[in-house]
């Protein structure tokens, strides 16, 4: 990570007198965007801005808090004298975390079983990563109808059409990689252990070609939620 990364910079714009927070890395924006900043995207920069209408005293506390948060996780932040602060909050894992392990037990994988088991964390029916995601687009949808701005309800609409085509589409894709995988019973033979034997190749069912039956009751998964600190 470049040195420049850790360091920020959280100021009231001299000209436009505007709360704005410049410099850091992903993980750095993502701490100013839990703090209640909003981000800026431009071509050659990405800033972040305090939300519209606050007063200033509002604007004052989101800008200490996202200093203490930024130095408790490690950076350097250069602020004006009202946001200085000595204040360490203590940091938790965010929920994104567990999906993030989810990717690194896929990147450990040696076997198509070891890289299947955590896809399903995702892709499960009821209760998997991808159906709450949807859930979310659901709700954010339904509270947009009722909001009363000319365009809240084309971005409820919006929303509905990610939940229903998008997303479904990338459940649906997932599920049949998962299930692929899972079929296969091979080693990955990038990732064999030096060493180690290879593991045997398992000849086809005698009924592989028949007529596909009801699926099998699936084996309980492990739980992929553990928390490394």
Do not use: M
């Given at each position: 990570m470049p040195l420049a990364d850790r360091f920020l910079d959280i100021r009231r714009d001299p000209h436009s007198d505007e709360l704005l927070a410049r410099g850091g890395d992903s993980e750095a924006h993502s701490v100013l965007q839990r703090a209640g900043f909003i981000a800026v995207v431009r071509v050659h920069e990405t800033y972040h801005r305090a939300p519209t209408c606050l007063i200033k005293d509002d604007e004052s506390d989101l800008a200490t808090d996202a200093v203490a948060r930024l130095r408790a996780a490690g950076y350097h932040v250069d602020c004006d004298t009202d946001f200085d602060t000595d204040c360490r909050p203590a940091s938790y894992l965010p929920l994104g975390s567990s999906v993030a392990h989810l990717a690194e037990r896929i990147r450990e994988a040696t076997t198509t079983e070891e890289a299947a088991d955590p896809l399903i964390e995702l892709t499960a029916a009821h209760d998997g990563?991808?159906?709450?995601?949807?859930?979310?687009?659901?709700?954010?949808?339904?509270?947009?109808?009722?909001?009363?701005?000319?365009?809240?309800?084309?971005?409820?609409?919006?929303?509905?059409?990610?939940?229903?085509?998008?997303?479904?589409?990338?459940?649906?894709?997932?599920?049949?990689?998962?299930?692929?995988?899972?079929?296969?019973?091979?080693?990955?033979?990038?990732?064999?252990?030096?060493?180690?034997?290879?593991?045997?190749?398992?000849?086809?069912?005698?009924?592989?070609?028949?007529?596909?039956?009801?699926?099998?009751?699936?084996?309980?998964a492990r739980s992929p939620h553990r928390r490394h600190r």
């Open positions: 990563i991808l159906a709450a995601l949807g859930d979310v687009l659901t709700a954010t949808a339904d509270f947009h109808d009722g909001l009363g701005q000319a365009a809240d309800p084309y971005i409820a609409r919006r929303l509905r059409y990610l939940a229903d085509e998008h997303l479904h589409i990338i459940r649906t894709d997932l599920a049949d990689t998962r299930n692929a995988l899972a079929d296969r019973h091979a080693p990955h033979p990038g990732r064999i252990t030096p060493g180690a034997a290879p593991a045997p190749k398992r000849s086809p069912p005698p009924n592989a070609n028949a007529p596909p039956c009801a699926p099998a009751r699936p084996r309980c």
